[in-house]
């Protein structure tokens, strides 16, 4: 019989119960004892509900209180010394709070790990750090306590856990540098450990992943993989692994994968279709072939009659060693579609959450043994009913939409002029001094916005009432800038909770969920926008309130509209498949022009159009970047470009490393890009010197992510070191993300510090 199984189940419960119990934790609520009860609780009903779903294995080792990697590291001993309070023979939670969050209940407090974007996903783990005489021991033991407490509770458990190579890759190397693949041999003994633990314990699989296997590597990575496969075999766990590959295909490195001697290789048929027929032509008959045939990174129902087609002959060949999962762990989607009761029904037929999921594999798995029989016609009926009302619904497509992509012609993606020109019109018509100091769009949102926003939410507060309230915390915000002596002036975006959700929302073509979330880091959890049909901006969505600012200006005073781009939009909502993200970005980047058109229209000279999520929408595969930097950059032309010479175009983005993506920001043509450049303030010189950005540039000179006031002198010395690397005349002078987490004393402060650093660079030049 074909077996299921999955990668991991979603954590956080159907009313992320984890969340609020780790908060509750966190905020002294509830004890130690109380907080490893519910968790247990959690696992439990986890397992239950995935072995009820017909599961064959369960896993056991996605369950964590923070972070699977973090997890992973105290499993392996890999605690920075920094840590020095931690005892490695007993490993609390609150020792693993104190390495995530830089602090623990006992009141212990050093700096916190980093957290960095678990590949292309929206979620983020706790990076490894490694030094030059990296130990390893086996240290924490929660992975077999689980295992026993699944078997005790009479589920078979299949243990998931990162593989060697892939856990060294996301690693970082502190202190003096050295290649840290030269740790792979101590490693792989505590690996060894690990394995014939779980054996001990009785376990048949042990999944190991290798998700790096998406991402094209060199010898020596490969090399790697080999070592560690063939280690395992030779101590006779190879049999019982399964290693699993997902988020790509494994493309130049299918044959190193096929090669190794391990008992199942699991692939992500969504992202990694091409893979299939060859690697399971050539996959040893005697191997598990593990088919991740139902998307487990997005949201939509599987066309089950197109997965058990591409199934059918592998299933002939192989018979009970083809296994059935998602293509990844579930993590990355929400729990339970039936919840979403005020959802479009049309909309919500149209979505799996994790639990459809697993129902999904069963039907896949019905249709391959029995696929003539009465049970699954009718589940095919009915599933082919569903996608083609998807497939002609008026919702999903919007002709004229259509009609204006394909419309788009060469001229779209260009401004008017050269920047040359557009800047001396731009200068004319801002007048603006030398160093102009602005922010990056937000002020803080503080407890009383967000009451209002929930009360007009809840009905308790009507639209205008609410209106009022937004218009006079942008008085507030314009009166304080005026004050501050800031050149170029933001509305203060009080009226987003959001920034891709507040544009969501007013555009054709999204949805929304209530219950979706997915876990983003730590406790933090978002429910992304759900992009189901052609975009498209019925109203305008931001003009009232930049014009509403504009009005309390005189005219020689600058108010900067601020717009989401679309990549953003894009990277940070679960998006169509049945339509390229191409298609889908150009569609966003349509809507977003017109607002862009709209704002200029109203008198707003100066216009922003933020991209954090540029840099994470890059493929795991290099030679996948320029077909994307093609896309991407001209979703965001298209966005930018209609505008009039003398309208200035700005684009954010919060990070500073552009080293391998410059030219593509270039391409974008954004007449002032503002980066991160301060966090560890001198690592800014790093940065900018690699920055060959050939318009106006405003280095973040000040980090919003620490409360810190920074002092003049401190910013006036990072003006003073990137104005020897960038022409003064193109500096900018601006924080380095949006304020809207800090409060209003810090601001202030901050800004008026800003201010006067700003002045000061121009009496020097
Ligand atoms: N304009 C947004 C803000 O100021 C930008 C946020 C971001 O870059 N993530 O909040
Ligand atoms: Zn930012």
Not at 331 to 360: C, G, I, Y
Not at 410 to 432: H, M, P, T, W
Not at 573 to 599: C, G, M, N, P, W
Request: net charge negative; with cysteine; charged share 25%.
């Amino acid at each position: 019989m074909i077996k299921l199984h999955s990668l991991g189940f979603p954590k956080i419960g159907k009313n992320r119960e984890w969340k609020k119990a780790i908060e509750s934790y966190w905020s002294g609520n509830i004890s130690l004892e109380k907080l490893e009860k519910l968790g247990k609780e959690l696992r439990l009903n986890n397992w239950q509900l995935q072995n009820n779903s017909g599961l064959d294995y369960v896993p056991v080792g996605d369950f964590n209180y923070y972070d699977h990697i973090l997890n992973a590291s105290l499993t392996l001993g890999v605690i920075p010394s920094r840590f020095s309070s931690i005892d490695r023979k007993n490993i609390t939670l609150d020792d693993m709070f104190l390495m995530a969050r830089g602090r623990s209940a006992r009141g212990i407090e050093e700096s916190a790990s980093e957290m960095t974007k678990w590949f292309d996903t929206n979620y983020h783990y706790i990076v490894p750090e490694f030094t030059k005489n990296q130990k390893f021991e086996l240290s924490f033991s929660s992975l077999f306590d689980e295992v026993a407490e699944a078997h005790k509770a009479g589920f078979k458990a299949k243990p998931v856990f990162i593989g060697p190579v892939s856990y060294l890759w996301l690693g970082k190397v502190k202190g003096d540098d050295f290649d840290k693949l030269s740790l792979l041999k101590p490693l792989l003994n505590v690996y060894q450990e690990i394995l014939s633990k779980l054996l001990a314990q009785g376990v048949e699989w042990i999944e190991l992943d290798e998700p790096i296997l998406s991402m094209e590597l060199d010898e020596n990575w490969q090399e790697a993989i080999k070592d560690a496969y063939s280690a395992f075999n030779e101590s006779g766990a190879g049999k019982n692994i399964l290693l699993a590959n997902y988020f790509d295909k494994l493309g130049e490195n299918r044959d190193l994968a096929i090669s190794l001697p391990v008992g199942g290789l699991h692939l992500d048929l969504i992202k990694g279709k091409s893979d299939f027929s060859y690697v399971e032509q050539k996959l040893a008959k005697d191997k598990i072939l593990s088919a991740g045939i139902v998307d487990g990174g997005n949201i939509w129902i599987n066309d089950i009659a197109a997965s058990v087609e591409m199934l059918r002959g592998a299933y002939l060949r192989r018979g009970q060693n083809l296994w059935l999962a998602p293509s990844c762990s579930l993590l990355h989607v929400p729990v339970d579609a039936t919840l979403e009761e005020k959802m479009d029904s049309d909309v919500k037929s149209w979505l799996a959450f994790s639990v459809q999921k697993l129902a999904e594999l069963n039907q896949i798995r019905l249709g391959l043994i029995d696929g003539k029989g009465e049970e699954f016609i009718n589940i095919l009926k009915e599933r082919q009913e569903i996608l083609s009302v998807k497939q002609a619904s008026m919702k999903v497509i919007n002709q004229q939409v259509r009609g204006k992509v394909a419309g788009l012609d060469e001229s779209d993606y260009k401004r008017k002029s050269s920047f040359a020109k557009r800047r001396i019109q731009q200068k004319d018509n801002l007048n603006l001094p030398l160093f102009p100091t602005t922010t990056i769009g937000s002020f803080p949102q503080t407890a009383q916005i967000r009451k209002y926003r929930r009360l007009y939410k809840s009905s308790q507060m009507s639209l205008v009432e609410y209106e009022n309230k937004i218009k006079e915390e942008i008085d507030k915000v314009i009166q304080k800038q005026l004050k501050i002596g800031l050149d170029v002036l933001v509305h203060g975006e009080p009226e987003r909770n959001d920034m891709v959700e507040y544009f969501g929302e007013q555009m054709a073509g999204f949805a929304f969920s209530t219950y979706g979330w997915v876990q983003s880091y730590g406790s933090r959890c978002v429910k992304p926008p759900i992009i189901y049909g052609d975009i498209s901006r019925p109203n305008e969505i931001t003009i009232k309130w930049s014009a509403y600012a504009k009005s309390k200006l005189d005219a020689n005073k600058i108010v900067k509209g601020m717009l989401t781009g679309p990549i953003t939009m894009l990277r940070w909502s679960f998006v169509r498949d049945d339509l390229t993200q191409r298609e889908v970005a150009l569609q966003l980047a349509l809507a977003i022009k017109e607002e862009t058109l709209d704002l200029e229209k109203a008198g707003i000279q100066i216009i922003q159009i933020d991209e954090p999520a540029f840099r994470e929408g890059m493929p795991l595969k290099n030679s996948e970047w320029k077909d994307y930097f093609d896309w991407a950059v001209g979703a965001f032309q298209v966005a930018s470009s209609g505008v009039r010479d003398e309208t200035q175009i700005h684009t954010h983005m919060c990070y500073s490393e552009f080293n391998d993506i410059m030219d593509a920001i270039a391409k974008m043509d954004a007449d002032v890009i503002s980066i991160e450049a301060s966090r560890s303030g001198f690592e800014l010189i790093g940065g900018l010197q690699n920055f060959k950005y050939p318009n106006d540039i405003g280095p973040g000179v000040y980090d919003i992510h620490s409360p810190n006031v920074p002092s003049t002198k401190e910013m006036v010395d990072l003006l003073k070191k990137a104005s020897q690397l960038i022409d003064h005349e193109k500096l900018w002078v601006n924080p380095d993300c949006g304020l809207k987490t800090r409060n209003w004393p810090e601001v202030e402060k901050s800004l008026e510090n800003m201010v006067q650093a700003a002045k000061t660079m121009r009496e020097l030049c």
